[in-house]
Nanobody, 113 residues
Framework: QVQLVESGGGLVQPGGSLKLSCAAS????????MGWDREAPGKQRELVAV???????NYADSVKGRFTISRDNAKNTVDLQMNSLKPEDTAVYYC???????WGLGTQVTVSS
């Protein structure tokens, strides 16, 4: 079992940046692929980014070149740096441990002027 707690969400203007962080506890995440999903109002939850145990990354087409996922296994954390934010990035963002099938409770990101 792993507990995931997200932080760093908030309100930001279009073109701005936010950094989300995910702190894991109860289990070391080093052996696992970790990711970030998001769910916008009225839409299905979608995968935003993943990072493997070896550090390989993959991104949804909609965020490529703007978002960067990273991990710090020593700190047991996973981050998502989001730049050039757009109103369509507005969603609740969830940290995910892919192999174990756990998600955090999410953090709200709102992009609006």
């Amino acid at each position: 079992q792993v507990q995931l707690v997200e932080s760093g969400g908030g309100l930001v203007q279009p073109g701005g940046s936010l950094k989300l962080s995910c702190a894991a506890s109860r289990t070391r995440i080093a052996p696992y692929t970790m990711g970030w999903d998001r769910e916008a109002p009225g839409k299905q939850r979608e995968l935003v980014a993943v990072i493997t145990d070896g550090g390989r990354t993959n991104y949804a087409d909609s965020v490529k070149g703007r978002f960067t996922i990273s991990r710090d296994n020593a700190k047991n954390t996973v981050d998502l740096q989001m730049n050039s934010l757009k109103p369509e990035d507005t969603a609740v963002y969830y940290c995910r441990c892919v192999e174990l099938g756990y998600w955090g409770l999410g953090t709200q990101v709102t992009v609006s002027s």
